[in-house]
């Protein structure tokens, strides 16, 4: 049973669209990320939280909303999808405790935006 | 800054040979910064491959290994003898466990392994 679902897992988007990516985790785990990936380009953190109801910026926020309704559920919000958003986006979520900052990935979802 | 980089791909080996991916960090902001490699298979998500967490010791699975040496800045990843499964995309990356406890990735490295 995957711990860290996204959904859709590929999306077609219109440039000036709004898309939603959203991200349920069964980890019970505080901390939750949205990061990009792009051709030669490691992952890179958009937004991530700590607490439901709270939501903090990573490097590359621009262009990018996030919301934590529940300690479960983060979603990604693209208000006006643009060209240069087409990546693939991963989910991942940590417990945050310990002396480790493991985390655990989603499957990742492919955006294309025309 | 804090960074990473790792061997460019794509890499290309035949099934047995030995595989070295090369991963040096700079931790600048991170004071006990942890190592990890993470693999992509196709159609997958990233998959934790292993992680050290304390300079000096080495990490292992799946036949793989890495040494978390914190005098040359690396945490490359080898393996004696590759199997066409093991074809991925394989990422490096360093660990803060404080704060935002973000990870920082390398650009990874695709590995192709030919039967």
């Known amino acids: 049973e995957a711990a860290v679902t996204q959904s859709p897992r590929s999306k077609v988007a219109v440039t000036g669209g709004k898309v939603t990516l959203s991200c349920h985790q069964t980890n019970n785990h505080d901390y939750m990320y949205w990061y990009r990936q792009d051709t030669g380009h490691g992952l890179r953190l958009i937004h991530y939280s700590y607490v439901a109801d709270s939501t903090e910026k990573g490097d590359i926020p621009d262009g990018y909303k996030a919301s934590r309704p529940s300690q479960e559920n983060f979603s990604l919000i693209l208000e006006l999808a643009s060209l240069s958003q087409t990546a693939v986006y991963f989910c991942a979520s940590s417990p945050a405790r310990g002396d480790y900052a493991e985390q655990f990935f989603g499957p990742g979802t492919r955006l294309t935006v025309l | 800054g804090d960074s990473v980089t790792q061997t460019e791909g794509p890499v290309t080996v035949s099934e047995s040979e030995s595989l070295i991916i090369n991963c040096t960090y700079s931790?600048?902001?991170?004071?006990?910064?942890?190592l990890f490699w993470y693999v992509r298979y196709p159609g997958e998500g990233l998959q934790l491959l292993l992680k050290?967490?304390?300079?000096?010791q080495k990490g292992s699975s799946r036949g793989f290994e890495a040494t978390y040496n914190k005098e040359t800045t690396s945490f490359h990843l080898q393996k004696a003898s590759v199997q066409e499964s093991d074809s991925a995309v394989y990422y490096c990356a360093l660990g803060d466990p404080s704060g935002s406890w973000q990870l920082i990735f390398g650009s990874g490295t695709q590995l192709t392994v030919m039967p």
């Open positions: 931790a600048t902001s991170i004071a006990y910064p942890n």
């Open positions: 050290v967490i304390t300079a000096g």
